[in-house]
């Protein structure tokens, strides 16, 4: 039938916004648009670059009066669609979290480089006659050059081991000429290298997992203690993956781990990955997107953002570490990127694998229930077993009148340090002392737009609130009473231990790992490597040293405050500490050594302690999982976190009484609250929270959607957001 030449034809068009749906717009005559492309439509006074999406099936284009319509004012060509699999998971996220679609499109679009024309690169090339002046350094470049390729001037520079300068000078020189990089210019992945020979555990693992992940979805928990080459047993499943032509993802909930893990994926596939964090620039980013799009990026490794790229032919989702929370997103559209990428798996029919040494309970019911495979391994590679872990009684050796370290723990580390092996010590607070105060008359610093303590950084002589980032120097006397020298630091941060460390090993050398301590990726990078090549003695970390790697020199672990993580009363308050102290436990002893973890406590009888110590993680778990259904908590129940936030007390509170009060009746649900945060303000944004559980059973989103459609239209600038399965309680 022929088009009528009356007939405009409308397409609907997403913009990455806080709109729940594509409004339509009129295709500019004699052009035709297709779902995915991307293009620029004006909306109200401004342009937005956006997505055409697509009408449901059946569901005709709107009878929109034509002069009502806008037009489509560009159309970007040259940049590739969106695959059809991203528009489901797209609507998928936004139906789940209750966020707007468009929000969730604007996430995915979180590279604008791709959506500009890619501005020519320049590499060099070995072509010109020698330099006249010829010096070591120059000599490895040509060298390393010799093999004719185009290099990117950083990678030549680092590969061949001299400073930037140089290979400008040989570009000066006429020896290095400028040549045109190609858009995208990975190596190819090769899977056919020689790799580590697998036991025979490991083997039988590997079949397994390649057997779970030979035909479409299906999800994985790859559960090995640290250690047991969990990462040799998923490569062989990537590379199944790209040897069948498709594109594989692997999550990674820190940055700090990915560095390492490039390395190594170089190893075995003889070329890096793709990167996708915070830590990339925009304009690689702009790449990077392009180049997954196109499918020619074949593998990505990623933080939990990388998800939501636009993998046109994904084969393979590995989520690393699957237990961590910083899987969680917060803020803006919140989601759990482990459960999002079981969900994605689902939409693309794509093998999901979860890895961990310490699964999260909901992976593990899942498991048990058979909704997951399950494959297990039990011993570390190389026999190595695992560290013996011991708790230190604090109330029976207590550490020195203002030291942190017990004499017991003293002592371990005085044996480690003597056979030349490294120890570690762990504690998850970053800055030098949690609270300052004035010892003549109590006066505390308190951040004057949170409801909490500034924390005393030490390295850049300052105060710090951790919740909204203000800071101010520390003063000499006391801006209360006037008193001089009266302040005094109490309680401790790793710069407060790694004091104490300088003190009682001065010849030994040390590093601080902690995120703040370490402000660039490329810092960050270089000392993980100088503690894994053991040209340090003690590492004091945060939680940044605690996952994932692997320094062969680690014989001792010691943990300054086992008891910090249980103190929150939070629902999973108890796993987590179970989690975090295994791993950084688990660092220790990974090779040849005999590894030691050294906990100190205050309670050694805490069942979490008590489980580490005696290492029947099978207890623990068992304990945990009978307590949450005993409590309908997760994964036996659901929850979704109300928080209502306002300038002002009153307002918020009010507000939060009225938004209960609207909640409609239903058997399987419950709302607890409102009731104050425990972090009361932050930014200066009073904050109160309502706790929604509800059974497996119930429609928790269907329910969510009706309740919010009767509340009162918040006035001013109260704020009401909503957090499915939410991690943070405070
Ligand atoms: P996990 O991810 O379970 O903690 P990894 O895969 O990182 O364990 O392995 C731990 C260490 O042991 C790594 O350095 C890895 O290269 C090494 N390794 C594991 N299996 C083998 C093997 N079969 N042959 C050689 N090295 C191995
Ligand atoms: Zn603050």
Not at 486 to 497: H, K, M, N, T
Request: charged share 25%; aromatic share 6%; proline share 8%.
């Amino acid at each position: 039938m022929p088009v009528s030449s009356a007939a405009p034809q409308t397409v609907p068009v997403l913009v990455p916004l806080g709109l729940p749906a594509p409004y339509d717009y009129l295709v500019p005559e004699g052009d035709h648009v297709e779902p995915g492309e991307f293009v620029v439509v004006p909306l109200g006074t401004v342009e937005y670059v956006a997505a055409v999406w697509r009408r449901a099936a059946g569901e005709n284009a709107p009878k929109i009066p034509r002069k009502k319509l806008r037009e489509i004012l560009e159309i970007f060509d040259d940049v590739p669609k969106l695959p059809a699999v991203s528009m489901d998971f797209a609507e998928w996220v936004a139906h789940y979290s209750l966020s707007p679609l468009g929000m969730v499109l604007r996430m995915m679009m979180s590279a604008s480089a791709a959506f500009q024309p890619p501005a020519p690169r320049y590499g060099v090339r070995l072509e010109g006659p020698p330099p006249e002046r010829m010096t070591p350094a120059r000599a490895r470049v040509l060298e390393t050059a010799q093999n004719g390729l185009i290099w990117v001037k950083s990678t030549l520079a680092q590969t061949a081991g001299v400073s930037p300068g140089v290979i400008d000078g040989l570009v000066d020189a006429g020896t290095l000429v400028a040549e045109p990089l190609p858009d995208w210019h990975a190596k190819q992945l090769d899977t056919s290298r020689e790799r580590a020979k697998l036991t025979a555990a490991q083997s039988d693992a590997a079949q397994d997992l390649c057997v779970n992940t030979s035909d479409g979805f299906a999800v994985t928990l790859l559960d090995g203690i640290t250690g047991s080459g969990k990462t040799e047993i998923y490569f062989e499943a990537i590379a199944k993956a790209l040897e069948a032509g498709k594109q594989a993802l692997v999550l990674m909930p820190e940055i700090a781990l990915t560095g390492a893990f490039l390395t190594r994926c170089e190893e075995r596939f003889g070329a890096r990955p793709a990167e996708w964090h915070s830590g990339v620039t925009p304009s690689v980013r702009g790449r990077v997107w392009r180049a997954v799009a196109e499918n020619k990026a074949k593998l990505v490794v990623g933080a939990r953002s990388a998800l939501f790229l636009p993998f046109p032919d994904l084969g393979l989702i590995v989520v690393d570490e699957e237990h961590d929370q910083a899987y969680k997103q917060q803020d803006r559209v919140a989601y759990q990127a482990r459960d999002m990428a079981v969900v994605r798996g689902h939409l693309g029919n794509c093998p999901v694998v979860l890895s961990s040494a310490t699964p999260s309970i909901e992976s593990l019911v899942n498991a048990d229930q058979g909704r997951y495979r399950h494959i297990q391994l039990k011993s570390r590679y190389k026999a190595a077993g695992l560290p013996a872990l011991q708790a230190i009684d604090m109330r029976k050796s207590p550490p020195e009148r203002g030291a942190w370290l017990s004499p017991v723990l003293i002592e371990a580390m005085a044996e480690t340090l003597e056979r030349d092996e490294q120890a570690l010590l762990f504690l998850n607070r970053r800055g030098y002392a949690p609270v300052t105060l004035c010892r003549k008359c109590g006066f505390r610093f308190e951040c004057p737009n949170c409801s909490a303590w500034l924390v005393e950084h030490r390295f850049r002589h300052r105060l710090e609130c951790h919740h909204c980032g203000k800071f101010a120097p520390l003063p000499d006397e006391c801006p209360e009473c006037g008193a001089e020298e009266s302040l005094v630091a109490c309680g401790p941060g790793v710069e407060r231990i790694a004091e104490e460390v300088a003190e009682l090993f001065p010849e030994a050398r040390r590093a601080i790992l902690s995120s703040d301590v370490a402000p660039s990726i490329t810092e960050l990078r270089e000392t993980l490597r100088e503690i894994e090549d053991r040209e340090v003695d003690i590492v004091i970390g945060t939680q940044l040293v605690a996952k994932g790697h692997h320094f062969p020199g680690l014989a001792l672990v010691g943990v300054v405050d086992a008891d910090l993580g249980l103190a929150q009363g939070d629902p999973r308050a108890a796993e987590r500490t179970f989690q975090l102290l295994s791993q950084v436990t688990g660092r220790a002893g990974r090779e040849a050594i005999k590894g030691r973890g050294l906990l100190q406590t205050y309670m050694p009888e805490h069942p979490v302690i008590a489980s580490l110590v005696a290492g029947d993680r099978d207890t623990f778990y068992a304990q945990e999982i009978a307590a949450r259904e005993e409590a309908g908590m997760p994964p036996f129940g659901r929850l979704a976190a109300l928080l209502v936030t306002a300038g002002n007390r009153l307002a918020a509170e009010s507000y939060a009484r009225e938004v209960a009060r609207t909640a409609p009746p239903a058997d399987q649900i419950q709302i607890l609250g409102p009731a104050e945060a425990p972090l009361s303000v932050i930014r200066g944004r009073y904050r109160y929270r309502l706790l929604v559980k509800a059974t497996r059973e119930a429609d928790l989103q269907a329910y969510l959607r009706l309740w919010l459609s009767q509340v009162p239209k918040a006035r001013g600038d109260i704020r009401l957001t909503v957090d499915i399965d939410p991690y943070s309680f405070l």
